[in-house]
C-alpha cells in the first residue's frame, strides 16, 4: 500500500519546523503574540493531519474475499471486497470514495456504459461491497487500479491510498459456441467401427448367425452347439473414445493467423468438454511453439484434470506467439497422433474428422 497526500502549500510537511519556530519567536515578544498564537495554531492543525495520516495508514486495508481466479468468457460473478478501519474513518468524521479501474478484459456491468471499466463508490457504514464484474475476453485479466480517496474536512486536503494486491484472473474460452453442436452432430463423432480385432474383446459380441464363409476364428462353437447348425460370431460397431484434435490457428494460405482465430479456440473448447463429458481420452495439437521451441502437444488423457489443462492452455494462446505453417503442422501431426485415435482437424474455417 502506498500513500500520497495532496494538502493547501501551508500545510505541507516542511513548513512544519516552521511554524514551531515563529511560533516561539512571535508569542513571546509585546504586541505580535497573537500572530505566535497564529502560527501555533498552523503548527497544532499540521500536528494533528500528520497524526491521521500515520493512523490511517496503521488501520486502513483491503482484502479481497473467496473470489474464483478462474472464469469462463462472458462470465459475470460478484466480488466481495473487505475494508478494515471504517471505525476510525467515522469516528473522524472523513468522507472516503473508492475507485477501481480495470484492464480490457474485465468491465463492471453496474457502471456509465461509456466508462464500463471503472467503478467508484462512496463507502458507507458497510464493511463489505459486493462488485459485480463481467469477463470480455479470453486470456490473462486483472485490475490495474485499486485507490481509496479520504478528503480531510474544510479542504485541508485529500489522501490517495493505492494498493497493489489486485484480483488476478485466467479468462477460458467460452464452452457455449454456437456453430459448434451442429458440426458435432454432423461429424457423429462417439459412434464409428472398431479399429481393433473384435476377436480379442468378447464385450462387442452381438450375438450368432448361419456360417457362410467367415474364418475358423469367427465360428461360434458355443451356439453351433445349441442349434445344431454351424453358426458365425456378429459383431457390433464399439464407441470410439480415442480423439485427436489439432487446432490450426494459421489462415487459408497456410501463413499469418486466422480471422477467426477466437472462434477455432472456442469451438475446441466445447468439443473438448463435449468428449470428456462422454468419458473419452483426448490429446491436442496446436500448431504453436511452446517456450522449448517445440509444438504445443497435450498427451493423451481422460477425464477433469485434463479437461482443465486444456482450457488453460487455449486461455494462454496470443496472436503474438509463434506458428507453424499448416502444411508443416499436419504433418507433424500425423507422424506424432495416437494411432488409435479419431483425427479431428479444426481451422480453414471448418471442423472434419478424418478416418
Not at 500500500?1 to 519546523?17: G, N
Not at 515578544?29 to 501555533?40: D, M, N, V
Not at 464452452?175 to 454432423?186: F, K, S
Not at 460370431?233 to 473414445?241: A, G, I, L, M
Request: hydrophobic share 40%; aromatic share 10%; charged share 20%.
Amino acid at each position: 500500500m502506498q500513500i500520497e497526500r495532496s494538502v493547501p502549500f501551508w500545510l505541507e510537511s516542511r513548513l512544519f519546523s516552521v511554524y514551531i519556530i515563529l511560533t516561539f519567536v512571535f508569542l513571546f515578544i509585546p504586541g505580535l503574540s497573537l500572530l505566535g498564537f497564529g502560527f501555533a495554531s498552523l503548527a497544532t492543525v499540521h500536528y494533528v493531519v500528520g497524526r491521521t495520516e500515520k493512523q490511517l495508514m496503521t488501520t486502513i486495508a483491503l482484502e479481497w474475499k473467496h473470489y474464483e481466479p478462474l472464469m469462463f468468457n462472458h462470465e459475470s460473478t460478484t466480488l466481495r471486497l473487505q475494508l478494515f478501519g471504517l471505525e476510525a474513518l467515522q469516528k473522524l468524521g472523513l468522507k472516503t470514495t473508492l475507485r477501481l479501474h480495470t484492464d480490457e478484459g474485465l468491465v463492471f456491468p453496474d457502471m456509465d456504459p461509456l466508462h464500463p471499466h471503472t467503478y467508484h463508490a462512496v463507502i458507507g457504514t458497510h464493511e463489505q461491497l459486493d462488485i459485480p464484474i463481467r469477463t470480455t475476453r479470453r486470456g490473462p485479466s486483472a485490475f490495474d487500479e485499486i485507490t481509496l480517496t479520504i478528503k480531510l474536512p474544510w479542504r485541508m486536503g485529500v489522501y490517495l491510498f493505492t494498493f497493489d494486491a489486485f484480483p488476478r484472473f485466467t479468462v477460458l474460452p467460452s464452452l457455449t459456441a454456437q456453430a459448434t453442436p451442429l458440426l458435432l452432430h454432423r461429424l457423429r463423432i462417439g459412434d464409428r467401427a472398431d479399429r481393433y480385432s473384435p476377436l480379442k474383446n468378447k464385450l462387442v459380441q452381438l450375438g450368432a448367425k448361419p456360417y457362410t464363409a467367415e474364418p475358423s476364428k469367427e465360428i461360434d462353437w458355443y451356439a453351433t452347439a445349441k442349434t445344431g447348425r454351424l453358426q458365425a460370431k456378429v459383431f457390433e460397431t464399439s464407441n470410439q473414445d480415442t480423439f485427436t484434435l489439432a487446432l490450426n490457428l494459421s489462415g487459408p494460405s497456410g501463413y499469418g493467423l486466422h480471422m477467426n482465430f477466437e472462434t477455432f479456440i472456442d469451438q475446441t473448447a466445447f468439443l473438448v468438454s463435449e468428449l470428456i463429458k462422454e468419458g473419452c481420452k483426448i490429446e491436442l495439437f496446436l500448431n504453436r511453439l511452446d517456450a522449448n521451441n517445440q509444438m504445443t502437444h497435450l498427451k493423451l488423457k481422460e477425464g477433469q484434470p485434463q479437461l482443465k489443462q486444456i482450457l488453460l492452455t487455449l486461455s494462454a494462446l496470443s496472436t503474438r506467439d509463434d506458428y507453424i505453417a499448416t502444411g508443416q503442422f499436419e504433418r507433424y501431426v500425423m507422424r506424432r497422433k495416437n494411432r488409435n485415435g479419431q483425427l479431428i482437424q479444426i481451422g480453414n474455417d471448418n471442423i472434419q474428422a478424418i478416418g
